[in-house]
């Protein structure tokens, strides 16, 4: 199984800060990344797919890249609706889908 | 619209069987690969269970032999049957529905319920 380690795993910011959150495969994964984000109490939001791809609807200062076993998610100016837990989720090799850890977003 | 809505969670002793159900509207659940995944309090995210559309059916090693995914297509329903339920299995269920990666290869979850609570405990 491929594993997904995120980093890091809390980071405070303030609104308007960049963000950049990043997620490393075991193994090269071909850009089959999704990003989602989780609010408390909530079922888990797509914002990216194929590493880049914005999912329709999503604001564009979210922003997705990498290659091989590295990625990023960036939030470029950070929005009070924008704290919450982010998680990468791999579908090069499946089953099984495998997910990062998280990563816990926090206002400064 | 494309909803889901879990519905079957709840308390459940060690060893115990629950059946949750996924009710799909605005498209049709046997023409999608279909997963449920769990998250126990305060964890991450962890795959638990796929079908796909041609009925092909896989698990985490963690359920393998104890959990049963399934779909009545005239319902528009996905199911996943629980049984012999551990501590460890407490968690809330979400059913996600799974999307091709044209660009790419692979699915990933684009529309996912609200989720359901199951709690193992005597």
């Known amino acids: 199984d491929i594993q997904m380690t995120q980093s890091p795993s809390s980071l405070s910011a303030s609104v308007g800060d960049r963000v950049t959150i990043t997620c490393r495969a075991s193994q090269g994964i071909s850009n089959s990344l999704a990003w989602y984000q989780q609010k408390p109490g909530k079922a888990p939001k797509l914002l990216l797919y194929?590493?880049?791809r914005l999912e329709s609807g999503v604001p564009s200062r979210f922003s997705g890249s990498g290659s091989g076993t590295d990625y990023t998610l960036t939030i470029s100016s950070l929005q009070p609706e924008d704290f919450a837990t982010y998680y990468c989720?791999?579908?090069?090799?499946?089953?099984?889908?495998?997910f990062g850890q998280g990563t816990r977003l926090e206002i400064k | 619209e494309v909803q889901l809505v879990e519905s079957g969670g709840g308390l459940v002793q060690p060893g115990g069987s629950l059946r949750l159900s996924c009710a799909a509207s605005?498209?049709?659940?046997?023409?999608?690969?279909m997963s449920w995944v769990r998250q126990a309090p305060g964890k991450g995210l962890e795959w638990v269970s796929v079908i796909y559309s041609g009925g092909s059916t896989y698990y985490a090693d963690s359920v393998k032999g104890r959990f049963t995914i399934s779909r009545d297509n005239s319902k528009n329903t996905l199911y996943l049957q629980m049984n012999s339920l551990r501590a460890e299995d407490t968690a809330v269920y979400y059913c996600?529905?799974?999307?091709?990666?044209?660009?790419?290869?692979?699915?990933?979850?684009?529309?996912w319920g609200q989720g359901t609570l199951v709690t193992v405990s005597s």
């Open positions: 996600a529905r799974d999307i091709m990666d044209y660009y790419g290869s692979g699915s990933f979850n684009d529309y």
């Open positions: 605005g498209f049709t659940v046997s023409s999608n690969y």
């Open positions: 989720q791999q579908y090069y090799s499946t089953p099984p889908i495998t």
């Open positions: 194929a590493a880049s």
